[in-house]
Structures are given as structure tokens and as C-alpha cells.
């Protein structure tokens, strides 16, 4: 690439983020085509080299982009000893601030100018060094603008309580601006236990935010107008100025990664299969990019879903081995040779032949909620699959796992009405019984009872999401104007090449 003004985009290491940050590039080069994009990548410390045939993808696509790996923490890092995988990825990327630092030195002596380092929600630790570099520093936060609300408020939540969120349950409840009223047992999973690593950790990352010259996040004014209307005007960081938001969602990727990644080989199959069913007739189960069940909560699923005669597409993936924990698992590398027949009831794939069609491991999802066929979806509730449900106007059935999603359940059944809540049995376990997956499915489906509010909602999203994105006017394309005028009229950090 030629000597040209430059945004620096800096993910954290799992496929997800990274996809996020490939679409805000091409989002930014759509209104600013002369800038040039470079995307750094941090050492994967789980995802191995998953990526390298999407990069590849991307790069052939999209030249205005340039990818650029860092290297490996050494082979002598200690690695903390966390239930979270978060903690391994936070400290991966600690580790790799120096390369960071000689990567973006580089980049200011090769470009025009450099007026942004864009990073995600787990690299608040390179602030530092956009500072050093006397580079601009935004936050392109993954989530909902609500969940957004409670990050920022996180640390005086912090103040306001002495026990752990998890042991104050379900019966106490958090008052955030902007967000959803939320019992303390739903916050995001890393903020349960006060006395985790971390849970200090996103402490100290939280306080640093107001730091940030600004928020950009992948939602629309009419989704969360609540939560857009308390940041922007403060209130959820009382002490401190907070930096301007900047909403410009619905972006959704075009499913490239998983193309470009190989693997079923079946999503052909998957679109042929919804071409022969009728009209918004089938409900659709996908878990995201790393959810996965253990054998009895799959035989669970699929009693219900036999039980409830509803039409399904349903991706199943394998259980969980040993070592195998939720969030280490790698989708993209797996080849998914699993046996359904070993996973599923006897005799449920030949029962259900017909009106339903069992995916391994993965399907187009975005294709598959597009499709005509589709009339509700069984979430996880992760914020792309959110967004690509409501682009789609499918209603939802929310059954979050890990991450922020249950705080995501809150605000799609509670406040926003899109979603029916999957309940789980009230032992702590998680566990979902068969008889309720029939009977949430069942009420998604049917054409009257609690079905019937969240489709109408959803209809009126996805029309409001039309409008976000309609050029000139569109309260999103509004928003993207102000990030790349305020991106570009940064201060800037230049080679002094003329
Ligand atoms: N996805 C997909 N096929 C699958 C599972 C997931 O295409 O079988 C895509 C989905 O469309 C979404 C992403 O993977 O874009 C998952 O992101 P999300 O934020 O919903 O969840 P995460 O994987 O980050 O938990």
C-alpha cells in the first residue's frame, strides 16, 4: 500500500471480533474509499490459524485493507490459572503491547497519516500506547448500546455494592441508565464473582474508558433508544464527560469466514432443504460461534422439538470433551464428522425426516434467517446473531450461554419485545427441560398467544432498521458520517512526509 492517511483496527484474538472489525473497515472505506485500512492481528492464543484462509478472502476482495500479524507472546510467559478464557486472551494480548507499539510505529512511518487505532472491548490495555503514539484511540464495542450502558456504569455499580453480583441473585436488582432493569444474577459472565482476577480486570479496564475519544457500536437509534439517549447525554458515567457515541448498525457480515474456512461443505444442502418447506413455517437453533451442549441437554432439544411438530433447522455440534471447555472450542478448525446418530434419541432423525433437517457444526446463518421459509430463530443471543435476526425481522426465542447474553435476554423479552425467554430448570444448572423447548418453540410458531406480540415487534424493527440504513438520512449513515469526520479531524499522528 502507498504512503496514504491510515485507521489502524486492532481486534481481539477470536473469530467473531475479528469479523466485526473487517466489516467496520469496509463500512468506513464505503464512505471514505481513499483512506487505507491496516488491521493488526494479536497471537491467537486458542483460534490457532483459523483465520488465515478468511484473511486471505479479504484481502483478495478488498485491497484497501492490509493485515498485519503480530508475533507470539514468548514460549516463557506465565499464563494466569482462570475458569475464563477471557483472562488468557487478556493476557495475550498484555504481553503483546511492545509488538503493538513497533507495529504502529511502522505503520505512522509507511503512511501519510494515522488518524485512528479502533480496538474492541478486551485491548482497553493498548490505550497506552495510542497515547505514547499520540494516536487517537476508539472503542469499537461488540455489543448492544445497552450493554454498553452497564460497562461504563460498571465501575460505580462497583461502588454502590460489597457482595458479588452472583451471590446478590435474582432478587436484587441493578438500576443502570439507559439499560434494562437487571437482576444481579444476569449481569455478563466475567462480573459475577467480585473476587475474580477477572472481574478486577474489567474493573480497572472500565475506569480507563472515559479515556476513549469515542464508542462506536453496531446497533440503531429505534433498538435501544434508551440506552443511546442516556450515554449520549452522560448519565452513565456521572463524574466524567463521556466520549461521543457513535451507533452505525446494523452491520452484518456476509457469512464470508466459514465460506472461506471450509469445512460441512453443506450449506447448499441446508438452503435446498428451507427452498421445500412453506413459507415462515420452520423455526431455526443456532448456538453462535462457540456454543456447544453436553449429550443430555441434545437428546433434551431434540424430545422438544420432536414433541412440539414444529418444522426445524437445528446446528448441532459436539459435546464438550474434557479439555474441550466452552470458549476453547474452534468451530472453524473442526471438521464435523460427528455421529448424529450416536448424539440423538433413536430413531428421532428418521422420525422427523421431512420436517426437519439437522446441521454439523455450522450453517449460513445470515442466508438462513434471510430465507423465506424461517419464522423464528432459537438464540444464544450473541450480538451479531441479535442483529442479523432483526435485519431478517424473525422473531427470537433467547436462550443465552455465555458472555453478556443473558443480560441480552433482559433486554430483548423485556424491554425491546422481541424474543420469547427459554427458562431454564431452577437448580442453577442451566439445564433446559424438553417439555419447555416444546413449549417455547410451539409459542413462537403458532400464528396466536405470545408468538404473536414478538413478531409484530420484530416486523416494526426491521423497518426501523431499513430506515437507519437508508442513504443521506438514515439515523445509522448519519452515524457513520460523524465517525469518519471525527475519525479524520483527529488530531494527527504523521510521518512528516508531505
Ligand atoms: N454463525 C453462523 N453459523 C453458525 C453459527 C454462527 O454463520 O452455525 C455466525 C452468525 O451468523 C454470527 C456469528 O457466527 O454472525 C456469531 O456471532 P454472535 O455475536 O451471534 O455470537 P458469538 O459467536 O460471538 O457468541
Given at each position: ?7 489502524v ?16 473497515g ?21 483460534q ?8 486471505a ?7 484497501s ?12 510467559a ?6 475464563h478464557?477471557?483472562?488468557?486472551m487478556?493476557?495475550t ?19 501519510a ?18 497515547a ?10 461488540t455489543?448492544?448500546?445497552?450493554c454498553?450502558?452497564?460497562?461504563l456504569?460498571f465501575?460505580?455499580?462497583?461502588g454502590?455494592?460489597?457482595?458479588s ?12 441508565p439507559?439499560?434494562?432493569k437487571?437482576?444481579a ?19 480497572e ?18 433498538l ?10 452522560g ?24 465460506k ?32 456447544v ?24 455440534r459436539?459435546?464438550p470433551s ?22 440423538l434419541?433413536d ?5 422427523t ?8 457444526s ?13 419464522g ?9 446473531s ?14 443465552p ?23 431454564e ?15 417455547r ?29 437508508r ?22 499522528r ?5
Amino acid at each position: 500500500m502507498d504512503a496514504e492517511e491510515a485507521i489502524v483496527l486492532y481486534p481481539s484474538p477470536a473469530i467473531g471480533h475479528l469479523i466485526s472489525m473487517v466489516e467496520l473497515g469496509r463500512l468506513i472505506l464505503t464512505h471514505r474509499p481513499s483512506l487505507s485500512i491496516h488491521i493488526v492481528l494479536p497471537p491467537a492464543p486458542y483460534q490457532a490459524d483459523a483465520t488465515a484462509p478468511y484473511i486471505a478472502a479479504v484481502s483478495a476482495s478488498t485491497p484497501s485493507i492490509a493485515f498485519h500479524r503480530l508475533p507470539p507472546p514468548p514460549a516463557t510467559a506465565v499464563f494466569p490459572n482462570s475458569p475464563h478464557h477471557e483472562m488468557l486472551m487478556i493476557e495475550t494480548l498484555r504481553l503483546t503491547l511492545p509488538h503493538l507499539r513497533r507495529k504502529l510505529q511502522q505503520i505512522v512511518s509507511q503512511s501519510a497519516a494515522v488518524h485512528a487505532l479502533i480496538v474492541d472491548f478486551f485491548n482497553t490495555a493498548a490505550l497506552s500506547v495510542a497515547a505514547e503514539l499520540e494516536i487517537p484511540c476508539y472503542n469499537f464495542f461488540t455489543s448492544g448500546a445497552s450493554c454498553l450502558a452497564f460497562f461504563l456504569h460498571f465501575p460505580t455499580l462497583h461502588g454502590a455494592h460489597t457482595e458479588s453480583f452472583g451471590d446478590l441473585g435474582r432478587t436484587t436488582i441493578l438500576e443502570i441508565p439507559g439499560a434494562p432493569k437487571l437482576p444481579a444474577s444476569e449481569v455478563p459472565k466475567i462480573l459475577l464473582d467480585r473476587n475474580d482476577d477477572v472481574y478486577r480486570c474489567f474493573l480497572e479496564f472500565t475506569m480507563r474508558w472515559p479515556e476513549f475519544a469515542g464508542f462506536i457500536v453496531n446497533t440503531f437509534d429505534a433498538l435501544e433508544s434508551e440506552a443511546v439517549r442516556a450515554i449520549s447525554a452522560g448519565l452513565c458515567v456521572p463524574e466524567l464527560p463521556t466520549s461521543p457515541l457513535y451507533c452505525i448498525g446494523p452491520l452484518i457480515g456476509d457469512g464470508g469466514a466459514r465460506k472461506e474456512g471450509g469445512g460441512a461443505g453443506s450449506d447448499a444442502d441446508c438452503l435446498a432443504w428451507l427452498d421445500s418447506q412453506p413459507k415462515q413455517s420452520v423455526v431455526f437453533l443456532s448456538f453462535g460461534s462457540l456454543g456447544v451442549f453436553s449429550r443430555e441437554q441434545l437428546r433434551e432439544i431434540a424430545i422438544g422439538l420432536e414433541r412440539s411438530g414444529q418444522r426445524f433447522l437445528w446446528v448441532v455440534r459436539d459435546p464438550p470433551s474434557g479439555e474441550d471447555k466452552l470458549g476453547n472450542s474452534d468451530v472453524l478448525l473442526k471438521d464435523p464428522e460427528l455421529s448424529l446418530e450416536g448424539l440423538l434419541p433413536d430413531g428421532f432423525l428418521e422420525r422427523t425426516e421431512g420436517r426437519g433437517h439437522v446441521v454439523k457444526s455450522w450453517a449460513p446463518q445470515v442466508e438462513v434467517l434471510g430465507h423465506e421459509s424461517v419464522g423464528g430463530f432459537v438464540t444464544h443471543c450473541g450480538w451479531n446473531s441479535v442483529l442479523e435476526a432483526v435485519r431478517a425481522g424473525v422473531p427470537m426465542v433467547a436462550w443465552p450461554l455465555y458472555a453478556e447474553q443473558k443480560f441480552n435476554r433482559v433486554l430483548l423479552v423485556e424491554e425491546i419485545r422481541i424474543a420469547l425467554s427459554m427458562v431454564e430448570r431452577n437448580d442453577g444448572s442451566g439445564f433446559v427441560e424438553a417439555a419447555e423447548v416444546e413449549r417455547r418453540v410451539k409459542e413462537l410458531m403458532e400464528i396466536e398467544g405470545p408468538g404473536e406480540l414478538v413478531r409484530r415487534r420484530m416486523v416494526e424493527m426491521k423497518n426501523a432498521a431499513e430506515d437507519a440504513l437508508r442513504n443521506d438520512s438514515g439515523s445509522s449513515r448519519v452515524g457513520l458520517v460523524r465517525l469518519v469526520d471525527s475519525l479524520t479531524c483527529q488530531r494527527v499522528r504523521d510521518s512528516g512526509k508531505p
